[in-house]
């Protein structure tokens, strides 16, 4: 592990680093491995030759490059056809899950370990696969200091993005079609990563880690069971399922507590000002579920059950009789599926924990202190911590709604893949739809659904993602 020292709000690496940038950014096209593997696809199976350039460091002073490093994934033939990789989309799929660090020494191929389908099948479909790696909440140096609290990832992941472009015409792929790719926490940073394109905020902790001097905006963004909007996450997780009990224990959590935080949902989804898809009008806690329900929630059923058999869907139904099937489309309230179908996941609260022991909790940390709270809420209920304007910065840096509410951020992703189970009650729904809701408001490509009788981070229809890139990048 590196040695670091704390300088301002960043760490300045002291072992093992480069001073020449252009020296250590550069992309060596000739130290690669071939490799061969058989991707599934609903047609068939497809052989794939690729080059895989491994463990590449991204920045000219990494803290540790067994974090800051990426590989990248070159198909050379597909099905025994050649593949010319120069100009092909860049699928640049983030592995983190629970805001942990990725160690980009363990990535060995293309969707192996801890990576996805989706993608085999985009190289399967010829194109460019990068898997960066990349600091989390954990990171430690020898003398205890942390340095992968928020917004490490998105610093590191950014400066990825750069390195990338520092290479254009050298690195294979179209660098100006960049996908960024991610579910759980990581789809939370798949949707910061692609909202934050180019911000100023990043600057500073960029340069600090010799990042380089290029763009760091996204093409497109494929997002799933985003952990997003957290520091709203537990009023919008009262909102929801305040009135659920909770699946491990059938007994409800305490419900003056629930009720004040559904309180400050009110006030914060009506400080949004949304304006519903399809002339839907101005969103509030009040309407909110119809929303929920009419374009997310009994799609996703009408989809599901107009793909059963008759005799199948009549089984299915038999013992749901809030879920009602008219022979073409589904029909609920999102009151009724939560109570009768979903159930509660987390106890109160959700993401701020009293005892500073959820995930979050951690990301929110600094150099010295493993976690804090980043809700007034929880300050207010535990009479610690408090959050000043240089925090309050770092907590909404992290949130993707930051960058869409209200203002649109200039170098905000134009294109948008969507999807949310609907049996994971790990975060509100409220989240990822508005959300969704924003990104349309300003005109840009939104698709997004549920997957019904998903649980978290189940995709369900990966080809249909890799076709989707195809499509918007012609």
């Known amino acids: 592990m590196l040695q670091a020292l704390v300088v301002g709000v960043g760490l300045t690496c002291v072992q093992g680093c480069s001073s020449d940038r252009t020296d250590s950014l550069r992309f060596d096209k000739d130290n690669f491995n071939v490799m061969h593997q058989s991707v599934r696809t609903s047609d068939g199976t497809i052989d794939v030759e690729y080059k895989a350039f491994l463990h590449i460091p991204y920045v000219s002073r990494p803290l540790d490059t067994d974090y800051q490093s990426l590989s990248i994934f070159e198909p050379i033939l597909v099905g025994g056809k050649p593949v010319d990789a120069s100009k092909v989309p860049i699928l640049f799929s983030n592995r983190v899950g629970g805001y942990m660090p990725v160690n980009d020494s363990t990535t060995e191929d293309v969707g192996e370990p801890g990576g996805t389908q989706r993608e085999s099948l985009a190289l399967a479909a010829g194109m460019v696969v ?4 990349c600091r989390g909440r954990i ?4 003398e205890g200091v942390y340095i992968g609290k928020a917004p490490a990832a998105l610093v590191d992941l950014k400066a990825a993005v750069r390195y990338l472009r520092h290479n254009k015409g050298v690195i294979p792929g179209d660098t100006e079609k960049i996908i960024s790719v991610g579910c ?20 500073p902790y960029l340069k600090e880690i010799g990042a380089a001097d290029e763009r760091d905006d996204f093409f497109a963004a494929g997002v799933f069971s985003p952990i997003m909007d957290i ?8 909102w929801e399922l305040g009135e659920v009990p909770l699946t491990k224990t059938g007994k409800l959590v305490d419900q003056e507590l629930s009720a004040e935080l559904k309180a400050l949902f009110v006030e914060y989804e009506a400080s949004l000002n949304l304006q519903g898809i399809n002339g839907f009008g101005t969103l509030t806690a009040d309407n909110l579920g119809d929303y929920i329900a009419t374009y997310w929630l009994n799609p996703a059923a009408s989809l599901y059950l107009s793909g059963l058999p008759e005799t199948e869907r009549t089984e299915y139904l038999k013992d749901k009789a809030w879920l009602n099937w008219d022979g073409n489309a589904a029909h609920m309230t999102m009151k009724d599926y939560n109570s009768h179908y979903s159930g509660r996941f987390k106890a109160l609260p959700a993401f701020d924990k009293f005892d500073l022991s959820e995930a979050e909790n951690s990301l929110f940390g600094d150099a010295s202190h493993s976690g804090r709270h980043m809700t007034e809420f929880s300050i207010r209920h535990t009479g610690e911590g408090s959050i000043d304007p240089d925090f309050q910065q770092v907590i909404d840096m992290m949130n993707p709604l930051y960058y869409v509410v209200d203002t ?15 049996t994971e009650s790990g975060i509100s729904r409220a989240a990822m739809v508005n959300f969704s809701t924003a990104l349309a408001g300003h005109g840009l490509d939104v698709d ?3 997957f019904w ?3 978290h981070c189940v995709d369900k229809d990966p080809e249909g993602f890799v076709a989707w890139i195809q499509e918007i990048t012609k």
Do not use: C
């Not at 990068?130 to 790696?133: K, N, Q």
């Open 184 to 203: 759980s926490a990581g789809g939370a940073i798949s949707a910061a990563i692609a909202a934050s394109g180019n911000s100023p905020l990043f600057e």
């Open 408 to 422: 649109l951020n200039p170098g905000a992703a134009k294109h948008w893949w969507i999807r949310h189970g609907t």
């Open 139 to 142: 990171n430690q140096t020898d």
């Open 448 to 450: 997004s659904k549920l």
């Open 453 to 455: 009788e998903a649980m």
């Open 231 to 238: 520091q709203h996450g537990d009023m919008a997780y009262e």
């Open 130 to 133: 990068v898997v960066p790696g």
